[in-house]
């Protein structure tokens, strides 16, 4: 990474006393106190006396060369505040005002940043003030970001996962809670890209749970987490859930999100237009579900494209400087009903009409060296729903395509033929980490250039084994780290996540997927201004330092 180390090692020890800070914030007792807040419709300001307080931290997202969203939640309604300043004193800091925080966000709130200097840390704080008397604050809470550089030569590092507190596995104080996020907080990326599953409404968290060998994993719990979300205060209290760990909330203060969503935002495998037959649940039209998780997902995260007052969409492209943009997919909202999926004349796929139009459009007008394709599914392992459905694109026949494997080779010809360079996708949703490269010599729809796409994840969830590949668009796996059997553990089992490093000086993009640990399991160099890149037989893997 081309960029220099001294402003990487001044972020870290200026944020020292600010993680510190937001760590002793919120605790389990703040979290029922909030839920019986959401619960009964009243404010929290009637079981509190005092100044307003954010208790969960801050969050920043979106972030450009000259832009920046900024999050908060308060334990009362407030107006919000944000001050940023180019150093941690705040001096000359600059005031941008709010909105008002209240029961219709679920007190929560996010303040957009613009004209901020490129390339720049930007320090920031949260003043909570009393809406009839904005001289009564409570504590700020702090916070800070580098906007993305128009200078190519600084480089750009971000980390990726997904999948978190999946499968009953919750926030466990003894294993140290999400500690994965202390270790992609040490790596100081740019931004972290979550691509998807950040909350598992439909996965109740228990006390305890005990583990094969005899051991007792012990969760955090709530009372919105004792069962499958179904009302918007449940949707609530599953992204609310979270934001309990003190990892979490030190990361969140520190590194800015690109956050998109998938199934588990919702419940498992679901797609418009679903009726479920699961007695879990009252509410069995996944359409209504959908919307009420939409609502909160838009709430908890700073995400420039929803907005509560416009509905808004998830699908964005995030411009990161000359060396980057980030596309992100939305793989949920405009899907087909989960099939057979072998079509043979497929208009609406996984991505929509519109989605794939828009895709095609930003993919051939941007500039950037790198296009991060950020999809919440893979494109060639068979990720099934039942005995006879699937739920993502493919579904094992290594044929010409069918079902919504039409769509994707009509994105992937489209590449091709406007000889749009750099491309990368990165996914996460199966539970394990592994690196697939696609290449028209092994496959049997031809039409494309071969590309790599990288699988991380969970970030704290259970581990699944690995899925079978199909041959559609040739696939070859140099890389694969997986479980032998089904929902292993946190415990048991690795978590992971994947980081991508584009050098400022030669361009080279890095991935390396990594596990909880730090240790790299597999790295690959990419270099730029190629349709195509070389597979595993032209230049193999190897592991990274």
Not at 129 to 146: C, I, K, L, S
Not at 391 to 403: K, N
Request: glycine share 10%.
């Amino acid at each position: 990474m081309a960029q220099g180390s001294g402003r990487a090692v001044d972020r870290r020890s200026v944020l020292h006393g600010a993680a510190l800070g937001t760590a002793a914030l919120a605790l389990p007792a703040a979290a029922n106190a909030a839920g019986t807040a959401s619960r009964t419709g009243a404010a929290p300001a009637q079981v509190r006396s005092g100044r307003p307080s954010a208790l969960w931290g801050v969050q920043s997202g979106d972030v450009t060369a000259s832009s920046g969203l900024v999050w908060a939640r308060a334990d009362r309604p407030a107006r919000m505040l944000v001050q940023t300043a180019a150093t941690e004193s705040f001096r000359n800091a600059r005031t941008w005002h709010g909105p008002l925080l209240g029961p219709g966000t679920d007190f929560t709130g996010t303040t957009a940043l613009h004209g901020l200097p490129s390339g720049e840390q930007i320090h920031y704080r949260v003043l909570l003030a009393d809406p009839h008397d904005h001289r009564r604050t409570g504590r700020p809470v702090t916070g800070t970001f580098r906007t993305a550089s128009d200078r190519r030569r600084d480089g750009v590092r971000f980390t990726w996962s997904g999948d978190l507190a999946g499968q009953g596995w919750g926030i466990n104080p003894d294993h140290g809670g999400y500690r994965i996020y202390d270790e992609m907080r040490r790596r100081d990326p740019d931004f972290f890209l979550c691509s998807g599953d950040n909350i598992y409404a439909d996965s109740p968290i228990e006390a305890s749970v005990r583990l094969p060998d005899g051991r007792i994993w012990r969760n955090v719990t709530t009372e919105e987490k004792a069962k499958v979300a179904e009302t918007l205060a449940e949707y609530r209290g599953a992204f609310r859930y979270n934001l309990l760990d003190a990892n979490l909330r030190r990361f969140n203060a520190q590194v800015p999100t690109i956050i998109q969503w998938d199934d588990h935002e919702v419940r498992n495998n679901w797609y418009p237009g679903q009726i479920l037959d699961d007695d879990r649940y009252t509410e069995k039209d996944v359409d209504v579900l959908a919307a009420r998780s939409l609502r909160a997902f838009r709430e908890y995260f700073p995400i420039r494209t929803l907005r509560s007052d416009r509905g808004g969409r998830v699908y964005r492209v995030i411009s990161h400087g000359p060396l980057l943009d980030v596309f992100v997919l939305d793989m949920r909202t405009y899907r087909n009903a989960n099939s057979p999926n072998r079509q043979t004349d497929e208009r609406q796929g996984i991505l929509g009409a519109e989605q794939l139009a828009w895709l095609k459009r930003a993919l051939s007008r941007s500039r950037a060296v790198w296009k991060v394709i950020a999809s919440d599914l893979p494109l060639g392992l068979v990720v099934a729903d039942g005995a006879t459905d699937f739920e993502a694109v493919a579904q094992g026949d290594p044929g010409a395509p069918l079902g919504r494997e039409l769509q994707i080779a009509e994105l992937l010809r489209h590449i091709k033929h406007r000889r749009v360079t750099g491309t990368v996708w990165l996914t996460t949703d199966v539970h394990h980490t592994s690196a697939q490269h696609y290449d028209p010599s092994r496959a049997a729809f031809q039409d494309f250039a071969p590309f790599w796409e990288f699988v991380s994840g969970p970030l704290n969830a259970g581990g699944f084994p690995a899925v079978p590949l199909d041959g559609t668009f040739g696939p070859a796996q140099p890389f694969v780290k997986a479980p032998r059997r089904a929902n292993v553990s946190p415990a048991e089992s690795p978590q992971y996540f994947g980081e991508v490093d584009i050098d400022g000086d030669s361009g080279a993009l890095t991935v390396r997927l990594r596990q909880d640990s730090g240790e790299v399991l597999f790295s690959r160099v990419l270099q730029p201004g190629r349709v195509g890149q070389p597979g595993p037989a032209g230049q193999p893997g190897q592991p990274g330092r």
